[in-house]
C-alpha cells in the first residue's frame, strides 16, 4: 500500500521539536560546511505544448527542481552550491531557486527545451514515454575550472543537455566526497536541428560514453524506467548503486546483491516535469538527514509525486514537512529510525566511506570492500 504523506511528514525532523533543534546547533558547531553540497547542471527554459500549442511556460533545469527541493528540506546545517550556465535570455532570474542561486552568464542563449505531450488523457502505462522532447537552445557546457576550488560533502550531477561534460564530473569526483548522478545528464543525445524545431533527444548506452568509466567511483545512479535499458541495470549495479524511478509506481533500489522497491504515493498528475529531479533531491535529502537508502527514496517518491502534482517547479509549503503525523505512532517509528540511523551513519560524507546502500538488510553500515 501507498504511504501516506503523513508518513513522509513523519520521517522529517519538526522544527519545532526543541531536542531537535539543539541537535541541529550542536552538529552546526561541529561539522560546520562539512555537509555542503555541490550541484552541477544548467537552469532551462521549458516550453509545454499540447496538440501544437503552447500551454506552458516554465522554468526548468533539473537544477532548478534540485535546488528547489535541497531548499525546502535539507537539515539546517546543509547548504549547497549551484553551478549553472544561463544567457542574456533567461527568464527567470528572480525566480525562487534561481535567485537564491544565481548562474554564471554565457554569451550563448539559454538551454531551451519544447515538451510535447500527447493528447492522451492517461498514459495506459506508467512507464510509456510521457512526452517528445526537443532541445532548441544550448547553453555552453559546464567546464571543471567552472566548479568552486574546495571540497564538498556531495555532489549532484544534474545536467539536462549534455553540459556536465565528463571531465566536468570527474572534476566534481575528486572534489566531493559522495557523487550522485542523474544518468539523463550521461546519456541524452541530440539528433541534428531539423528546421527550427529543434533537435530531438535521444538517449545513447551509457557503456559506449566517456561516462561509463566513472561510475565506479559514483555513489548513486538514477534513472527513469525509460533510460534504465540505456544504463545496463546488471552492468551499473556492480559499480554503484543504481535507482530506477518507475513513475507513478514508484522506485526501485539495485546493488550487487540485492534490490528493494519502494512504493509510491498517490498524486494527480498535472505535469511530469521535474518529478525525477524532485526525486534525486528527496532522496539525497534523506541521506542528509541520515536515513537509509531505503527511507531516503520513500522521500525521494514524496517528493516526485509533489512535483507531478503542480506545473513547473513546485512550490512547497514548510508545514508539509512538518505534519502533526509525527506525534502519532508511525511518525514516531519513524522519528527513531532517523535517529538510529543518524547515530550509525550520521554525517553525509559517510556515503563514500560505507555502502549506505548495504544497510538495506539492517546489517548496518558496511566498510566498502569493493575497492
Ligand atoms: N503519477 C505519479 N504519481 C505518484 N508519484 C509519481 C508520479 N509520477 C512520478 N512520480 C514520482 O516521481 C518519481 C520520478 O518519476 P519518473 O519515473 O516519471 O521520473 P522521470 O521520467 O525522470 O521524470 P521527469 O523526466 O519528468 O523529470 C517516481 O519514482 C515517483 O516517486
Ligand atoms: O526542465 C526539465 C527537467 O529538468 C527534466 O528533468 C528534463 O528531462 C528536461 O530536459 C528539462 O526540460
Redesign the pocket.
Known amino acids: 500500500m501507498a504511504p501516506s504523506p503523513a508518513a513522509v511528514a513523519a520521517a522529517m525532523p519538526p522544527a519545532a521539536d526543541p531536542e531537535r533543534e539543539e541537535e541541529a546547533e550542536q552538529q552546526q558547531t561541529k561539522w560546520g560546511a562539512a555537509l555542503e553540497g555541490l550541484v552541477v547542471g544548467s537552469y ?1 527554459h ?1 516550453v509545454l505544448l499540447r496538440g501544437g500549442r503552447v500551454v506552458g511556460e ?8 534540485v535546488s528547489n527541493v535541497l531548499d525546502a528540506a535539507s537539515p539546517p546545517e546543509a547548504s549547497f552550491a549551484v553551478v549553472s550556465k544561463v544567457g542574456p535570455d533567461f527568464a527567470y532570474a528572480s525566480a525562487p531557486a534561481p535567485a537564491r542561486h544565481p548562474s554564471l552568464l554565457c554569451p550563448a542563449p539559454t538551454t531551451s ?1 519544447h ?1 510535447r505531450f500527447s493528447d492522451a488523457v492517461a498514459s495506459p502505462a506508467a512507464h510509456a514515454p510521457d512526452r517528445q ?1 526537443r ?1 532548441v537552445h544550448a547553453c555552453d557546457p559546464i567546464y571543471p575550472d567552472d566548479l568552486p576550488e574546495r571540497r564538498f560533502a556531495y555532489g549532484l550531477a ?1 545536467g ?2 549534455g553540459e556536465v561534460l565528463p571531465e566536468t564530473l570527474e572534476r566534481m569526483i575528486r572534489l566531493c566526497r559522495a557523487v550522485l548522478v ?1 544518468a ?1 545528464a550521461l546519456i ?1 543525445a541530440f539528433d541534428a536541428d531539423g528546421g527550427g524545431g529543434g533537435a530531438a ?1 535521444r538517449h545513447m548506452a551509457l557503456e559506449g560514453t566517456p561516462y561509463a568509466r566513472l561510475l565506479q567511483r559514483v555513489a548513486f545512479l538514477k534513472a527513469s524506467s525509460e533510460e534504465a535499458p540505456y544504463v545496463g541495470v546488471e552492468t551499473a549495479r556492480r559499480r554503484c548503486c543504481v535507482i530506477v524511478t518507475e513513475g507513478r509506481d514508484g522506485c526501485r533500489l539495485y546493488w550487487e546483491g540485492g534490490e528493494a522497491r519502494v512504493a509510491p504515493f498517490p498524486a494527480v498528475q498535472v505535469d511530469p ?5 524532485s526525486y534525486l533531491a528527496g532522496f539525497a535529502v534523506g541521506l542528509l538527514w541520515g536515513l537509509s537508502a531505503t527511507d531516503a527514496a520513500l522521500l525521494g517518491n514524496f517528493f516526485g509525486a509533489a512535483a507531478v502534482s503542480q506545473v513547473g517547479v513546485p512550490t512547497f509549503h514548510p508545514k508539509m514537512l512538518q505534519g502533526k503525523a509525527w506525534a502519532h505512532g508511525k511518525g514516531r517509528r519513524a522519528a527513531g529510525r532517523i535517529q538510529h540511523q543518524r547515530r550509525r551513519c550520521g554525517r553525509v560524507d559517510a556515503w563514500a566511506r560505507h555502502h549506505p546502500w548495504e544497510e538495506m538488510g539492517d546489517r548496518g553500515c558496511q566498510t566498502n570492500t569493493r575497492g
Not at 58 to 65: C, P, R, V, W
Open positions: 532551462c521549458d516554465t522554468l526548468g533545469g533539473a537544477a532548478a527542481f527545451f515538451a522532447l532541445r544534474v539536462v543537455a542523474d539523463q541524452r533527444v516535469t521535474g518529478a525525477g529531479d
